[in-house]
């Protein structure tokens, strides 16, 4: 790789154009000048137009690179040797035929004929037999192949993005995804519905209806761990207190794929729906701090140690008022001075074994431990 490309490469690792961001987001790996490159094949299918957030990522076609050169066109062709002409045969007629004398009847030759339909056909195979069959049963109505049957099941199943913002995407940035989901979940991100009937002629009874449910239940755990996906429920309402706590997110035996799990999703939101209102406030297992406001809009907003003031701008959200972050870290502030008050008042009474509020306090840690209480304010300040 030369300096070029490797200088090029750590630019748009460390500070991502709007382009690169898509690029990664859609699996592609950055080749060179601009050029992303899909990891199955190789080869280049996409470019970033443009700079920072003004950039675009478009398709590109092929690159004529790949395709031969005159030159070695003309090389071959020269190199190529002329085909030879096949010397006739001379035919060899049959023995008494075409010799007859003048007066003579000329013999006649019988000729090599096709099966008469009163031939018996070769026998169909019963995985011939069967295809047939199959073909018959779910190619013949709204699906007319394998191919479009599948792709139409994919998409109710959520493994192939539609819909919103994946309608205005580009197909190589679908496809990508599509890769992704495949991987992730091999059974499907939806339990199949089995009141689709073009997909499942016979319902719950249908071949592939029992088949494609069985490979999604697999993800969870049935019949493994658990005997069915009810009794996969049935634990879950055992954690939850039947519904009054979250879900979580980091228990793998009920979502293997965490927070990303259609599971998860789907039990959270239902707790959502049962035990939020407007005005309400309540952290995920995520850590990501959501609120409704006066009208029931939901927004959610992700706590790190790099913008602890997040988990204001919900408050600000429940409140019905706008987001404002000098207001947040004002907010923020004032509070962790709070904080520090309370702890200062605390250590100060407690000094006094015999005070009723507060027992034993600092002179019990200092004869227990043979230590003395920080005060949080040094802790606070770093001392």
């Known amino acids: ?37 899909d990891p199955s094949t190789g080869k280049v299918v996409a470019k970033s137009k443009g700079e920072g957030e003004a950039s675009t990522l478009v398709k590109v076609k092929p690159s004529k690179d790949d395709a031969p050169k005159k030159d070695d066109d ?4 020269k190199a190529a040797p002329k085909p030879k002409k096949d010397k006739q045969k001379k035919k060899i007629k049959p023995k008494g035929v075409g010799t007859a004398k003048k007066d003579e009847p000329v013999k006649d030759v019988p000729k090599n004929t096709e099966p008469t339909a009163d031939e018996p056909e070769a026998e169909e195979t019963p995985e011939q037999k069967a295809e047939k ?11 007319k192949t394998k191919e ?33 989901n495949q991987q992730k979940f091999p059974g499907g991100m939806k339990t199949p519905n089995s009141d689709n009937k073009d997909l499942y002629p016979d319902g719950k009874k249908d071949v592939e209806y029992k088949k494609d449910k069985a490979a999604y239940d697999k993800q969870y755990g049935v019949p493994d761990k658990y005997e069915s996906m009810e009794a996969r429920q049935s634990a879950i309402n055992k954690a939850t207190e039947n519904g009054k706590r979250q879900p979580d997110a980091n228990t793998k035996d009920f979502y293997p794929q965490g927070t990303d799990d259609p599971q998860y999703k789907e039990d959270q939101q239902k707790w959502e729906d049962k035990h939020t209102g407007p005005g309400d406030k309540w952290t995920s297992s995520d850590g990501t701090v959501y609120a409704k406001d006066k009208d029931g809009r939901r927004q959610g907003w992700k706590v790190t140690d790099d913008n602890p003031e997040n988990a204001y701008y919900a408050d600000q959200w429940a409140a019905g008022g706008e987001i404002d972050k000098d207001k947040a870290l004002k907010q923020m502030e004032i509070d962790k ?20 509020e507060y027992g034993k306090g600092e002179n019990f840690f200092a004869k227990l431990f043979g230590i003395k209480v920080p005060s949080l304010k040094d802790l606070v300040g770093g001392k």
């Not at 490797?6 to 630019?11: N, R």
């Not at 069959?133 to 699906?143: A, H, L, N, R």
């Not at 539609?162 to 309608?167: L, P």
């Open 337 to 356: 001075q709070k904080r520090v008050d309370d702890f200062e008042k605390w250590k100060a009474k407690s000094a006094d074994e015999e005070d009723p």
């Open 74 to 77: 003309i090389s071959l062709a």
């Open 148 to 180: 479009v049957r599948q792709r139409a099941k994919d998409t109710e199943s959520g493994l192939y993005p539609s819909g919103g913002k994946y309608d205005k995407m580009e197909s190589f940035e679908r496809e990508a995804i599509y890769k992704k």
């Open 1 to 37: 790789m030369s300096v070029y490309k490797k200088l090029m490469e750590q630019t748009l690792l460390e500070r991502p154009s709007k382009a690169a961001q898509r690029a990664k987001a859609a699996g592609l790996k950055y080749a060179e000048f601009g050029r992303w490159t």
């Open 133 to 143: 069959e199959w073909q018959e049963k779910y190619t013949s109505g709204k699906y």
